[in-house]
């Protein structure tokens, strides 16, 4: 399941941390497993605490903590709007909803062709730029009203149908 390659990224986020203390790398190790497989399988959090030292239940722990770990396999895109109160007072709710409305799919749910995901999330960390929303856990996209909801669909579908 995990390669070299990876195994080779995870010794680089080790060894910033002293060698006692290998295991504050687990966070990296997930995100690099997520990176290179797109979900974080019970499987690779096996490996991930085989290969820091620690028991598989601590990684499951961090895991499941976080929502930007994928616990299942997501569409190439996925969605993450932000459901806290200061993206609700300005239009957070309904952005969410033209989003699944738009993708034909339900909250948590992922579109037929695989593109997309949909997900609900807690603050982004953006409040003055609400509504906002998250893709694939990098890009940032604010004030996010309906015709910058659609901009962006239709610029995703694009760049895929492109690649």
Request: proline share 5%; aromatic share 6%.
């Amino acid at each position: 399941m995990i390669t070299e390659a990876t195994r080779a990224r995870f010794a680089a986020e080790v060894a910033k941390f002293p060698p006692e203390q290998k295991q504050s790398a687990v966070m990296a190790c997930l995100s690099i497993v997520q990176q290179e497989q797109g979900w974080v399988s019970p499987g690779s959090e096996k490996e991930v605490a085989d290969y820091l030292g620690m028991p598989v239940m601590a990684v499951h722990e961090v895991t499941t903590f976080y929502n930007m770990y994928n616990q299942a396999p997501v569409g190439k895109f996925k969605v993450n709007v932000c459901t806290n109160l200061p993206c609700q007072l300005r239009g957070g709710a309904q952005t969410l909803e033209r989003l699944c409305s738009t993708l034909n799919v339900r909250v948590g749910e992922t579109t037929a062709d695989g593109l997309f995901t949909v997900q609900p999330s807690e603050c982004l960390g953006a409040c003055a730029d609400a509504p906002v929303l998250l893709v694939n856990d990098r890009a940032m996209c604010s004030f996010m009203g309906a015709e910058r909801l659609d901009r962006l669909i239709d610029g995703l579908r694009n760049s895929e149908s492109q690649a």
